[in-house]
């Protein structure tokens, strides 16, 4: 999914929960749910050597269109990562919750795409 779309579905689910959760941690929950993809940046940049957003974008549009054999890790798409976010919410503070919560919102619409597709 487009950085547009996921930015779309957070503006219009974070009010929703800024009623339940506050303000501050609707916030925090939008912006975990639009920056997980920051990994796919570090992936750009350890594949072309290049910093520019916008041919990340190119990038990956270019590789979903043709090249379907495509593997990479993004670590913050991971279970390993779910498994620390779990913990830390447990251990220390609740906004690892939230964090989470933002990232599993994340990669349910990613899967419901790919699945769409």
Known sequence: MTLKEHVIQGVVISPFLALGIGFDYACVFFLSFVFIDIDHYFLFIRKTSR???????????EVQRY???????????SL???LVLTL???FYSEIFWVILSGFIAHMLFDM??????
Do not use: P, Q, R
Request: contains cysteine.
């Open 112 to 117: 419901f795409a790919l699945y769409k597709e």
């Open 80 to 82: 390993e990562t779910v």
């Open 51 to 61: 910093f520019s957003v916008k041919e990340m974008f190119d990038f990956f549009d």
């Open 67 to 77: 090249d379907n054999t495509f593997i990479s890790y993004c670590i913050f798409h």
């Open 88 to 90: 830390a919410g447990y």
